[in-house]
């Protein structure tokens, strides 16, 4: 989680406090008392309706799906990420309302989850964006088997994301305390004095330029490509492939609408830190503000992406259909056989007429469904 204010050597995230500007105290009552408000309502629906989205995709994929690509573990992978995001939370809404009252150690490890997680996700998206150009650029008569030695490289890959992230996690994990401020108590990270506002600052920086504008120039750079090839490509209408197109272009820009704004401010305050260009009572609270409402629009990304990266799989909506006929059956709600109408699909990797064959078992799961 992300601090309301900056403006104090052992100023921190997760919580504001009163600061002086020019010999006057800042008073940040109205911050805390709309964090109290708002934040616990935005994380509630965040926290439904992610949990629901993101436990359906995992189940699917661990139940009933094979992973036949790396996009298909990266999918799994980002469920799990967001999952363990959301699900931390709760601790978040209560220490608005409250403070925190779980002690340093639950303080820790929820400020490290929390982090680590939100990275993960974003790295996740880029590498998704990269097996698909890999998909469209290097093997376009399709993909090789995915026998044992491909198996443990995606696994290789996935454990590589899940280090990077744990070490943008890990300041998190070093630094937050609780910290006592007037009646209240608040989960926040506390920097020593001799790291200095260059420290403080270079640590933001990092964590937008891997959280993202890496991702971001990734996955522009990876769908740009796949999309002219996906124009070019022969035998098919026109109007299939701009609908195709479109699902590229919604990934993208749900990722910048929903990123961007949070980054943005981000590096304001980095910029405040080093060079203290807040030096104002009401602009202070305003960045607060933005903060946290831009935070929050970010978290939104985490109940997205399962139908971004899941749902436009043919084959994936086919097995929730088919388990939710199945369940219907049971209960005697659906008697009758329900008619199934075809899907049209455009592969991002290029398969054979055997193995692309509609509603088998067996289908790449990240296809784009027009």
């Known amino acids: 989680m992300e601090d309301f204010s900056y403006h104090d050597e052992d100023s ?3 919580d504001s ?5 020019e010999h006057s105290i800042c008073d940040k009552e109205a911050v805390r008392s709309f964090a109290s408000t708002f934040l616990p309502v935005i994380y509630a629906l965040a926290l439904v309706v992610g949990l629901a989205g993101n436990t359906l995709v995992v189940v699917v994929y661990t139940s009933r799906l094979r992973l036949r690509t790396l996009t298909d573990v990266c999918i799994l992978n980002l469920a799990i990420s967001d999952l363990l995001l959301l699900l931390t939370l709760p601790f978040w809404a209560a220490d608005a309302v409250h403070g925190w009252q779980l002690g340093v150690g639950a303080c820790k490890l929820t400020s490290f989850l929390y982090s680590a997680n939100f990275s993960c996700a974003m790295l996740l998206l880029a590498c998704i964006s990269v097996d698909r150009y890999c998909a469209v650029a290097q093997n376009p008569r399709g993909r090789i088997g995915t026998g044992a030695r491909v198996r443990r490289q995606w696994l290789l890959v996935c454990l590589v994301l899940w280090v990077a992230a744990s070490f943008l996690g890990f300041p998190e994990l070093i630094f937050s305390t609780v910290k006592h401020s007037h009646t209240r108590k608040a989960c926040t990270a506390v920097y020593p004095p001799s790291m200095g506002r260059p420290a403080k600052a270079a640590l933001e920086l990092l964590e937008v330029t891997l959280r993202f504008l890496l991702p971001f120039l990734v996955m522009v750079v990876c769908y740009s ?7 070019k490509a022969p035998g098919v209408r026109r109007e299939r492939k701009w609908r195709t197109l479109r699902v590229l272009l919604a990934v993208v820009a749900v990722f910048l609408l929903t990123q961007l704004p949070y980054n ?5 305050r980095a910029m405040d830190v080093i060079y203290i260009l807040v030096t104002d009572c009401d602009v202070s609270k305003r960045l607060d503000h933005a903060i946290q409402v831009t935070e929050s629009l970010a978290l939104t990304h985490a109940c997205i992406n ?7 799989g043919s084959s994936f909506r086919g097995h929730v259909l088919k388990t939710a006929k199945r369940l219907g059956q049971r209960l005697k709600r659906h008697p009758t056989r329900m008619n199934e109408e075809p899907t049209v699909e455009i592969s991002l990797n290029t398969r054979t007429q055997t193995q692309s ?4 078992e067996d ?3 990240s296809t784009f469904t027009i």
Do not use: M
């Open 12 to 14: 921190s995230l997760n």
């Open 363 to 365: 289908q790449d799961t």
């Open 306 to 312: 399962p139908v971004l990266y899941a749902f436009i």
């Open 264 to 268: 943005v401010v981000k590096l304001c």
């Open 17 to 21: 406090y009163d600061y002086n500007y």
């Open 225 to 231: 490509w796949v999309g002219w090839a996906l124009s």
């Open 357 to 360: 064959q509609s509603g088998s």
